[in-house]
């Protein structure tokens, strides 16, 4: 079993018009494998309209499901997969980071054979605090034992997140991460104005619509903004890699999968 997804998605493909390659990792979100990689999904109102079901993952012969940890997913091959790659990250943590590294130096070598710059998302549909992750967990102080990141300093990594407070600690100087906002309540809203505003943290914004010239930001946001003394807004599907877009950006992306039915404030009208 493969744990990277090398530009097999349409949004990532269209990084290479930028001159990247855009390797992936695909978790089962929230508790879908029996351990919760996603500890802000429920304040965000997120694991319905999680991007676990866009595209291939969404599709389930006869609307089949399997509901491996009390959670109904779409039966197909790449849930399973997805669920798999979970667990063994939850019960073999050394087997995976190391299987992750060797499949990032693949990843590193196929880029430059293609001329293109590598760029990897491992929180694909997850929301690992991947700073704080050792590579090798039986390394005596985990404050300063190395990362993924330090691992590999010329791969230029990325993520959306729904935990603000990562925005307060330095981040790796090769992580860049947009803050996912939702208005499933008030008091996550609140978290990420909070962190635009301490930390100048991106702002992604999941739309009905997606992006139009003329679309209009929450107030509150547009209030943030305002605050900021700037208000780049970015058409978030263009392409995928967020660490292009100018610093404290507001994002927005066009609902897909099961999102395009939310009504919990996830997805803004
Ligand atoms: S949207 Fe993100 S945080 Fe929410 S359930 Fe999906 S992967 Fe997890």
Not at 46 to 54: G, P, R
Not at 238 to 248: I, K, S, T, V
């Amino acid at each position: 079993m493969k744990l990277l997804n090398i530009d097999a998605n349409p949004k990532t493909v269209k990084g290479q018009k930028q001159g990247y390659m855009t390797a992936v990792l695909y978790l089962a979100p929230f508790t879908a494998a029996g351990i919760n990689v996603c500890p802000m999904a429920e304040l965000a109102g997120c694991v319905a309209a999680c991007l676990n079901t866009a595209g291939r993952g969404g599709i389930a012969k006869g609307g089949a499901t399997f509901a491996p940890h009390g959670t109904e997913l779409p039966d197909n091959a790449v849930q399973r997969a997805r669920v798999a790659r979970t667990r063994l990250y939850a019960e073999y943590r050394d087997a995976f980071m190391r299987q992750l590294e060797r499949e990032l130096h693949a990843f590193v070598r196929k880029a430059a054979r293609a001329g293109l710059v590598p760029a990897a998302r491992l929180n694909g549909t997850s929301d690992i605090v991947w700073e704080r992750v050792p590579v090798d967990s039986s390394h005596p102080d985990p404050r300063v034992a190395a990362t993924i990141f330090d691992l590999f300093p010329d791969v230029q990594f990325y993520d959306y997140t729904k935990l603000p407070k990562r925005f307060a600690r330095p981040l790796p100087a090769n992580y860049h991460l947009s803050l996912s906002y939702s208005e499933a309540s008030k008091r996550y809203a609140a978290l990420c104005f909070a962190a635009a505003r301490e930390h100048d943290a991106p702002l992604a914004m999941v739309t009905r619509k997606g992006y139009t010239a003329d679309c209009t930001l929450p107030w509150a946001a547009g209030e943030t903004m305002r605050q900021r003394g700037e208000c780049h807004v970015v058409d978030g599907d263009a392409h995928d890699l967020r660490f292009l877009d100018p610093p404290g950006a507001v994002v927005i992306l066009r609902a897909k999968g099961r999102a395009r039915k939310d009504t919990t404030g996830f997805v803004i009208d």
